[in-house]
């Protein structure tokens, strides 16, 4: 099995991992308070884009986090900002100040940032849930777009659109690079991925576990301990939010059920208001404990063990590629 060096380019970098800049065309999923300087640049060093996760920091704070990020790599960082944000406009500009050659966007219209984040030389990646959003993240003139599952943890789109079907109809759909976000864990969801039509991952769920995520332990023991059927969706109809189950979120989600479809919309009410004016003080970042705080995590969840440091993570997906590949040459007797 051949072992890459760092200065080293695999074959399937392609035209992702050249617009980011990388070696490989893995990414960072950004996570609110999670993703920050130092789990970026980890991931950054192993030949993925770490990135960091703008939302909920304040100006200083973002500008702190990567400077975090640059003394301990060279090599790219990205920001990720929700569009919706206030504070977005103010975190494009603290990118372009900061040297940021590359910026994730969600949560609302590109078409909104594009002129300010092309003034400042910036790529522009957004991530989306159907081939409407895609179609129109292209028209505002993104560099790539993120198509990202209903499976994914955090917060999701509301078309209930699993990534297996997502991923080709937007491939199809669109002439920018498409990046397959959700349900992704290693290499054979990389390998499927590309088969779909996808040119690089996403990744979150796997990247909370590792050694350099600053989340509590009960949280990382709780990925690791999950099943597929491990996770909730709740706020179903303001911002879809995929989080480990516990009894908060087993709680809530009985609340979305109701009994009745009257009782059901109401309860349904009454979890969006919750989630929209309280998921930021329920946030597992900001208090609470295994039972208590909302923890964003995808449904693959089940195929997370161990503990291991970003690069470990990136390595063991980019030499299991070559076998993956390998398997499925023989499975369909390919030349």
Same mark, same amino acid.
């Not at 400077?67 to 990205?78: F, H, Q, S, W």
């Not at 509590?216 to 059927?229: E, N, R, T």
């Not at 998921?279 to 609470?288: F, I, P, S």
């Given at each position: 099995?051949?072992?890459?060096?760092?200065?080293?380019?695999?074959?399937?970098?392609?035209?992702?991992?050249?617009?980011?800049?990388?070696?490989?065309?893995v990414?960072l999923?950004?996570?609110?308070?999670?993703?920050?300087?130092?789990?970026?640049?980890?991931?950054?060093?192993?030949?993925?884009f770490?990135?960091?996760?703008a939302?909920?920091?304040?100006?200083?704070n973002?500008?702190?986090?990567l400077?975090?990020?640059?003394?301990?790599?060279?090599?790219?960082?990205?920001v990720?900002?929700?569009?919706?944000?206030?504070?977005?406009?103010?975190a494009?500009?603290?990118?372009i100040?900061?040297?940021?050659?590359t910026?994730?966007?969600?949560?609302?219209n590109?078409?909104?940032?594009?002129?300010?984040a092309?003034?400042?030389?910036?790529?522009?990646?957004?991530?989306v849930?159907?081939?409407?959003?895609?179609?129109?993240?292209?028209?505002?003139?993104?560099?790539?777009?993120?198509?990202?599952?209903y499976?994914?943890?955090?917060?999701?789109?509301?078309?209930?659109?699993?990534?297996?079907?997502?991923?080709? %109809?937007?491939?199809?759909? !669109? @002439?920018?690079?498409?990046?397959a =976000?959700?349900? /992704? +864990?290693?290499a054979?969801?990389? &390998? #499927?991925?590309?088969a779909?039509?996808?040119?690089?991952?996403?990744?979150?769920?796997?990247?909370v576990?590792?050694?350099?995520?600053?989340v509590?332990?009960?949280?990382?023991?709780?990925?690791?301990?999950?099943?597929?059927?491990g996770?909730?969706?709740?706020?179903?109809?303001?911002?879809?939010?995929?989080?480990?189950?516990?009894?908060l979120a087993?709680?809530?989600?009985g609340?979305q059920k109701?009994?009745?479809?009257?009782?059901?919309?109401?309860?349904?009410?009454?979890?969006?208001?919750?989630?929209?004016?309280?998921?930021?003080?329920?946030?597992?970042?900001?208090?609470?404990?295994?039972?208590?705080?909302?923890?964003?995590?995808g %449904?693959i969840a089940?195929? !997370? @063990?161990?503990?291991?440091?970003? =690069?470990?993570? /990136? +390595?063991?997906?980019?030499?299991? &590629? #070559?076998v993956?590949?390998?398997?499925?040459?023989?499975?369909?007797?390919?030349?």
């Open positions: 099995m051949h072992h890459f060096q760092q200065s080293e380019k695999p074959a399937w970098g392609g035209k992702v991992a050249d617009l980011l800049g990388t070696r490989l065309p990414i999923g950004p996570m609110r308070l999670i993703t920050l300087g130092k789990m970026a640049a980890a991931v950054s060093n192993a030949g993925g770490g990135q960091i996760a939302s909920g920091l304040e100006a200083d973002l500008r702190q986090e400077k975090i990020a640059r003394e301990l790599t060279n090599r790219p960082v990205g990720n900002i929700p569009v919706y944000r206030p504070n977005a406009f103010e494009i500009e603290i990118a100040e900061m040297g940021v050659k910026i994730t966007t969600s949560a609302g590109p078409a909104k940032i594009m002129d300010l092309r003034s400042g030389g910036l790529t522009v990646i957004h991530k849930s159907s081939v409407k959003l895609a179609q129109k993240a292209q028209d505002a003139g993104v560099d790539a777009v993120i198509a990202m599952g499976e994914a943890g955090g917060h999701v789109g509301r078309e209930n659109i699993t990534t297996f079907c997502l991923i080709p %109809q937007i491939a199809d759909a !669109v @002439s920018i690079p498409v990046i =976000a959700g349900g /992704i +864990a290693d054979r969801g990389v &390998v #499927a991925a590309m779909l039509g996808a040119s690089g991952v996403e990744m979150g769920t796997r990247f576990a590792c050694k350099e995520c600053p509590p332990s009960f949280f990382k023991d709780g990925v690791q301990a999950a099943q597929c059927d996770t909730l969706l709740l706020g179903k109809e303001a911002m879809p939010i995929r989080v480990l189950a516990n009894s087993m709680a809530v989600s609340m109701g009994d009745g479809a009257a009782s059901k919309g109401e309860g349904q009410a009454a979890v969006d208001q919750a989630m929209t004016q309280h998921g930021d003080a329920a946030y597992v970042m900001q208090g609470g404990n295994k039972d208590s705080a909302v923890m964003p995590c %449904q089940g195929l !997370v @063990s161990g503990e291991p440091a970003a =690069a470990q993570i /990136i +390595a063991q997906i980019e030499e299991q &590629v #070559a993956v590949c390998r398997a499925l040459g023989s499975f369909f007797n390919c030349a």
